[in-house]
Structures are given as structure tokens and as C-alpha cells.
């Protein structure tokens, strides 16, 4: 007779090993589960096999007769028995890794280190880790490193250019390194093969030959990152549809929450929340599928990519005209504006759902400082509102003083070329400002269509400035040039 796995288990531990099992079981609470391991660990000191004594070890740990219809429960202990010994072992294996393989260790590390945000000494344990990896020719490692520095480039701060430049560079470098990988480890394979094969021509034996590296073939998931590659595009008709086509396909094959598959999952459906809302302008559909990423991202636990998530979800809410709930959804996490990489942009946010309400005061209590240390958008972005605050609360002169200095510091800095958008709409602005003050009904309306036309010249030339809040808050004030 076959011996049941949990024996087979428990016949393998060591004393301390066994130590560590029953601490773990009383951590537990469990008094069937407790009985079950003594009665399992006695009876095998005894050299009595488990598996044809199922019906006394029932009765001995629910304390009632043994019977078909309730097997189930003790199948369900020996299962939950199994894997506490099998958590113990791989918990004790992984401490001796941790001793043995420094390169292991490392890697442990810079999760950790990750998680607390502790980047100065996350850049120096990457930099020793992977040149301990190059030295020993692990190029295994040095990818799993690499795509931990791709990762952190994207959490260790607000988003900008030079961050973005930075990613390319980490990104270009595992490709590098992919190409190591693959070559040398076929001719790792090829090398064990032979060796396997010299046996089988000793015997005259025929086997197939070794088949080539095909960097062609198809997968499910090399076809969703395709489809991914098509999505993320920032031109291109088939976005939308890409996005669709993507997110409908790792669902079906993502299905375990705290895996990297159910990440792409989440990042697969953030992605389509985000297209319908910059290409489709469907913004009520793009607020609807932001939610739904972000309780994916509940459900997957991961908690560094809720503000990223958020962030899309508020965005969707301010262009579908939801101002106070993005107000609401803020007051209700208020830890969103305290997130290092998008906070400042929920501040943004928050102060202008509070301009669109009408509100001056709560505007410009919830506006953050503008700072030339955020990245060059974030900082105009919320130049732009003390501008438009100074509209709401009334204050035409101030108003016009502030963005005829956004237009000054575009000239100053030299970046009119660079920023022709941002200092068109300026332009715009200003003019806007000026005009409500006019008192003739037809130079009013002659300035109106001006605006209206720049407006439509600007989405055109800059699609995604369709959705820039400036923009959206000018339309809805051009009544008042009527």
C-alpha cells in the first residue's frame, strides 16, 4: 500500500524540523489540527502506517464515530497538515539559501528595501548585486535585477522625462542581457543533451535531434504583450481596439490573484479605462473600468499600484463631470495625496474639481505650491489654476496678471517652441479673461468664436489637450461671453 503524501512528509523531518511543525500547527488555534499531528507523529514513532488507520485517527481528533459522508473533514486536516510542513520546509530552505547564495539574498533585499522606499540603499545593493552577478557570468540573475530596476525607476518618485529616459535605458539593458540568456543557456542545453546522447549511441538507440531556437513561436502571452505594444501607442487607429483585445485575452488566462500574470491583468484593464477615456471620450465607460482595475488591485494586494489606478479612476470622474465625487472618493483616502509619484497630481485634482463646483476658497485652501522640482507639466499645470482661481473668486486684474506671467516664464525659460500648445492656450486664456470685461455684446461674440475656433486648432494639432482640464473649464465658461 501506498504511503499518503503527509507520511511521507513527516517520516522525511528531522527533530528541529519537527520542532518547527508544531510550533506552527499551535499558532494555529486549531485543536483538530494539534491532534492530529501528535496522533500522525506517534503513530509513525511507533512504526504504524497512517493511511489504514483513517477511521480511529477520526475518531480519535473529532471525538465521534468514522463515516463516508464526513471523510471529507479529515481529508480537508490532512490537507491543511500538509501544507503547514510544507511552508515550514521551504521557510527552513530558504533561510539556508539565504546564508549560502549571496546573490538570493540580494534579491530579497532589494524587494524589501523596495517596499520601504529606501532607494539610496537600494541603488547601492543593485549596483554591488549586479556586479557580483556579472562576475559570476549569471545572467538568470542579472535579468531578475535589472527588471527590479525597471520597476523601481517607475516607484521612486514623480513621473517625468528623465525618469521615463531612465527606464528606457534599464529596459534596453535586460534586452541585452535577454540575448545573453538565450544563446548561452541553448548551448548550456545542447552541451547536457550531448552528454545524455552519448549514452543512447554507445546502445546504437535513434532519437530525434535537438530542435533549433525558435524566436518566432507563438504564445498566449507573447500575443497579449503584443497586443499591449499596439495599446500603449501614442497614435494609431487600433489603440482602442488593441486595449480591448488585450485586457479580454489575459483575463481569460489570469485568473490567480498575487501572481505577475494577474498584474498584467490589472495593468491590461487600467489600460483600457485610460483609452476610453483619451480616445474614445468615453468617459463614464472609462470610470466604470478604472474602478473595476482598482479592485483587481484590492484583490491582487498589491498596494503600490492603487494611486496609479486611482489617479486614472479620479481622471475619468473630472472629465465625466462627477466633481464631487472625486472629492468624496479623496476624502475617503486621503493617503492618495501623500503618494510620492501622483499625490501632487491628486492635489491638482482635488483643486480643480473645487473650481468646477465654483468654489474659490476650497480651491485654493486645497491647491499644493507650485514647485520648479515637479516635473515641467505638473508645475504649469498648476500655474494654470492660480490663474483660474483668481477668476472664480472675481478678481479679473489678478487673474490676468498670473497667466500673462505663465506666458512671460514660457519666453524667460525658452520654452515657447518646446511648449507651443501650453503657450497657444495661454494666449487663449488671457484673451478669455480680458474679453469678459468688454461691454459690447458683438466684440464679445467675435471673441468668443476666436476662442472657440483656437480651442478646436489646439485639439486638432494636440488630440489629448481635448481633455486637459484648462481646456474643458474654458468651454464651459464661454457662456458667459454671450
Known sequence: MSKLRL???????????????????????????????????????????????????????????????????????????????????????????????????DELLLEALAQRNLWAEFDDTLADALDRAARQHDYHRT????????????????WSHERMLDTIAWIDRAVETLNRLGVTEYEHLAALRTATEHMLDAEDIAYQPMPPLDLEQTTELQQYYRLKRLAVRYTGSQRLEAAQACAELIERIATEPGTPLFAERISAVGTLGVLLMIAAGDYAGSAAVSRRALELAEQHGDRTIVPLLAYNYCSALMKAGCWQQVLDFLGSNPTLLDDRRVGFRFALLRSYAFVFLGDAVGALRSLPKASRRYPTGEYHYAWYLYAIIAFVRGDLDDALREIKNLRKHFVRQKLRSSLATDYALVGVLGKFFAATMYSSPHRRARVRRWIEESL???????????????????????????
Open 143 to 158: 535579468l531578475r535585477l535589472q527588471l527590479q530596476a525597471i520597476a523601481a525607476t517607475l516607484r521612486k518618485g514623480m
Open 7 to 105: 507520511e511521507r512528509y513527516i517520516e522525511s523531518l528531522d527533530d528541529s524540523e519537527k520542532a518547527a511543525v508544531a510550533q506552527a500547527v499551535e499558532a494555529q488555534h486549531r485543536p483538530t489540527l494539534s491532534a492530529l499531528w501528535r496522533l500522525c507523529t506517534e503513530l509513525l514513532a511507533s512504526r504504524t502506517s497512517i493511511k489504514p488507520n483513517k477511521e480511529a485517527i477520526f475518531e480519535r481528533i473529532f471525538g465521534e464515530p468514522y463515516s463516508k459522508e464526513n471523510d471529507y473533514r479529515l481529508r480537508h486536516e490532512y490537507r491543511l497538515l500538509v501544507s503547514t510542513i510544507e511552508h515550514v520546509l521551504a521557510e527552513r530552505h530558504a533561510r539556508e539559501k539565504l546564508v549560502s547564495d549571496r546573490l538570493f539574498a
Open 456 to 482: 478646436d486648432r489646439i485639439a486638432a494639432t494636440t488630440p489629448h489637450y481635448r481633455d486637459y482640464l484648462p481646456v474643458i473649464w474654458l468651454r464651459r465658461q464661454l457662456d458667459q461671453l454671450n
